[in-house]
Nanobody
Framework: QVQLVESAGGLVQAGGSLRLSCAASGRTFSIGAMSWFRQAPGKDRELIAQITWLGSTTYYVNSIKGRFTISKDNAKNTMYLQMNSLKPEDTAVYYC????????????WGQGTQVTVSS
């Protein structure tokens, strides 16, 4: 099993920045990739960024490209999401998640954290 604990989100003004972190514990050697999802009110949860655990291959959804950066520190078993130039439409509950190595399924989830961007 892998446990994921996210840092607190917060309230930020449009144009501002915020960094989220996600600390993994347990069987971290079994992680294939770690991801950030978000769910805005009334919308489906969407995958917004992903990074492979052993390498550093990244993926970003178009809506955040150039503004958000996903990174990780394997020594600390921690993943980060640096969010810059935040927009009100970035307001959502943000979740970190992890897949098992060799599987595309996100089996492990953090508790979610609220990010609110005011205009």
């Amino acid at each position: 099993q892998v446990q994921l604990v996210e840092s607190a989100g917060g309230l930020v003004q449009a144009g501002g920045s915020l960094r989220l972190s996600c600390a993994a514990s347990g069987r971290t050697f079994s992680i294939g990739a770690m991801s950030w999802f978000r769910q805005a009110p009334g919308k489906d949860r969407e995958l917004i960024a992903q990074i492979t655990w052993l390498g550093s291959t990244t993926y970003y959804v178009n809506s955040i490209k150039g503004r958000f950066t996903i990174s990780k520190d394997n020594a600390k078993n921690t993943m980060y999401l640096q969010m810059n130039s935040l927009k009100p439409e970035d307001t959502a509950v943000y979740y970190c998640a992890a897949t098992k190595f060799g599987s595309p399924v996100h089996e492990y989830w953090g508790q979610g954290t609220q990010v609110t961007v005011s205009s």
